[in-house]
């Protein structure tokens, strides 16, 4: 179980519960009254757990690492002759083996094809050299690693049964609401066929744990070993995995977390397919569109994902996409947020060519955009170049910047690449907006108001242009060193 370290109280909610749905019902609440006050809590969830339990597995996984030599402890090296060390160092090392040993760990997981296809989590079984899946009958099989997904945390095993095995199917994640039961069969502390039961307590969180955040929140009991077990709705289907806590003593304190059942399936029918996942690609990096950026921009309200890059290559760049705009929605979607559209984009097939809506210049525009396959993009390495002699800054007045030409002495003191084209900014006032918004010295503006600039005029003559348009913010496009660019508004009004 991952543990992000951000009781009695499961058994007085069920009782309170009860006791409210009593008082409701008694009071005589009409039968075509909201459905919150006709509903009971489940009796029992004994049957359930009998039908499912036979698909839940335990993982078991076993790693060979290499453990390094030990220094003895308060003799620093060097300072002892070699054969006094070996004399410490074998009285040493009898209680502290050298040498490789063999690491174990336990998870959860659950059978979804009779012919032994197996669902964990990725961390699971990253990294190890020999996997067993024990089943609720006391039978072990061995287990071959089909495909993982580290960015969604989940793998793909395959065993060989010598008969049909009981499995379970994947559910609609989308249709659960916040207060729905749920039912977390798995493997706490390596206690095989452990039931819990609780609530959905919230839905579409973001726990940095990957690029693909959209995990179901539940109070069902959930600890270290329940990691790749499943989550079940009260008709039998899976509606999540479970992945991580966040607890400050390791276990559980009513706060878990599991990758929704759509997102799962999805990972499940590529790896099972392909070995691997194949997520479509726009080619663009975006941000935030906050309150500044939404008011440089024209924009009525911050949504949207605001593009600060675009690949040359890549698909974006194909279909006339520019940094500046903002994608608002995605083939028939809306994009209310930004972190939202990289799982929009990655659920879409590769090859298919969608209708993407932008904010350009005041207004909205459709282009449309045949997507590519996502692949690992390498970042291009400064070069070095011989110094010269800096060029004056120039000051920004009202901004708290004093800006400068880009000379090959600042590439190779700030790292920037050959590629970088703008204006530096050779210094920053200590109690200036900018500074506050994280722009220092060797950043370098690479636009204005989505208009590129050369010279420290430049940068000044948007300023003034967007003072006229009598906004109170100009939007700059900033790099830091061979970073990606991000956009920073500034407020340039009196």
């Known amino acids: 179980m991952l543990d992000l370290r951000i009781g009695a109280a499961a058994g007085r909610g069920l009782a309170a519960a009860a006791v409210l749905a009593a008082a409701l019902l008694g009071a ?13 809590a489940p009796e029992t969830f004994a049957d359930l757990a009998e039908k499912l339990s036979p698909a839940v597995v335990n993982i078991s996984t076993s ?4 453990q390094p030599d030990r220094e003895i402890p308060g003799i620093p090296p060097g300072t002892l002759p070699e054969d006094f060390r070996d004399l410490f160092r074998d009285f040493f090392e009898r209680g502290f083996p050298q040498g490789p040993r063999e690491v174990q760990s336990l998870g959860s997981g659950f059978v979804v094809s009779p012919e032994g296809f197996v669902v964990t989590n990725n961390h699971v079984i990253e990294d190890a050299d020999e996997i067993t899946v024990n089943f609720s009958d006391g039978k072990s099989l061995p287990a071959e690693l089909i495909g993982n997904d580290p960015k969604t945390d989940i793998a793909l095993l395959k065993v060989e049964p010598t008969a049909p095995l009981t499995f ?5 994640s989308d249709a659960i609401r916040v207060g729905d039961w749920v039912l977390a069969i798995g493997n706490p502390f390596g206690l095989g066929g452990s039931v819990s039961a609780g ?4 839905r579409n969180r973001d726990i940095n744990a990957g690029p693909y955040d959209d995990f179901i929140q539940t109070d069902a009991a959930i600890n270290r070993g ?4 499943p989550l079940f709705n009260m008709g039998g289907k899976v509606i999540g995995v479970n992945t991580a806590i966040i607890s400050p003593t390791g276990g559980s304190v009513g706060i878990g977390f599991s990758v929704p059942s759509n997102i799962v399936a999805n990972v499940v029918a590529q790896l099972r397919e392909h070995g691997q996942t194949r997520r479509g690609w726009l080619g663009v990096h975006i941000q935030t569109v906050s309150d500044e950026i939404a008011e440089a ?6 949504k949207g994902a605001l593009v600060s890059d675009v690949a040359p290559d890549g698909p974006a760049a194909a279909a006339g996409i520019k940094a500046g705009d903002v994608i608002v929605n995605f083939d028939g979607r809306d994009v209310t947020e930004m972190r939202s559209l990289p799982r929009m984009v990655a659920d879409t097939p590769v090859g298919k060519s ?16 045949e997507l590519g396959l996502l692949e690992e993009q390498a970042d291009a390495a400064p070069g070095i170049v011989e110094p010269d002699e800096p060029a004056p800054a120039t000051e920004l007045a009202g901004v708290g910047l004093r800006l400068a030409p880009i000379t090959d002495v600042a590439r190779q003191q700030y790292g920037l690449p050959e590629s970088v084209e703008g204006v530096l900014v050779a210094e920053v006032a200590r109690d200036s907006e900018a500074a506050r918004k994280g722009i220092a010295p060797g950043d370098v503006i690479i636009e204005v108001q989505q208009t590129p600039v050369a010279t420290p005029a430049d940068v000044a003559d948007r300023v003034e242009d967007a003072k006229a348009a009598g906004r109170k913010s100009a939007l700059f496009l900033i790099q830091t060193g061979a970073d990606m660019p991000r956009f920073v508004p500034l407020a340039v009004g009196d």
């Open 28 to 40: 005589g609440v009409p039968a075509g009254g909201p459905a919150w006050a006709q509903s009971r």
């Open 63 to 66: 790693q060979t690492v290499d």
């Open 168 to 172: 379970v199917e994947f559910g609609d």
């Open 199 to 202: 609530i959905v307590s919230a």
């Open 226 to 229: 329940n990691s790749g077990g």
């Open 297 to 302: 921009l024209g924009l009525e309200s911050a």
């Open 354 to 369: 969608v209708r993407v809506v932008i904010f350009r210049d005041g207004k909205t525009q459709t282009v449309k955009v």
